[in-house]
């Protein structure tokens, strides 16, 4: 079964060009994530349709405000880390993802 995982940033853009390249490298790998970007003030509107909610490092500060809401919806919760998201590295997001969904990180 497909897991959805949901980036989220100040505007959306960048995490736009990062879930570019996660979908890139999730289709290479032949992993089934699907990767969609958000605004931060979107992310309540999608808890219940996604598995994971990753955050932009810039944004950490946000991360106790919605751990709260994705516990409620059942959702992971984690920070992208800033070399990968500096990188837009696809295929790092992609193991941080399967690393949170299967419960390691």
Request: proline share 2%.
């Amino acid at each position: 079964m497909t897991k959805k995982v949901l980036l989220i940033c100040g505007a959306g853009a960048s995490s736009g060009f990062m879930a570019a390249a996660a979908r890139k490298a999730a289709k290479k790998e032949k992993a089934d994530i699907e990767f969609k970007a958000k605004s931060e003030s979107e992310v309540h509107n999608h808890l219940n349709e996604i598995d994971l909610l990753l955050v932009a490092p810039h944004l950490k500060y946000m991360i106790e405000e919605v751990q709260g809401a994705c516990e409620e919806a059942g959702v992971k919760a984690g920070i992208i880390p800033q070399r990968v998201y500096g990188a837009l590295d696809g295929k790092g997001l992609v193991k941080v993802a399967k690393d949170y969904i299967e419960g390691g990180e």
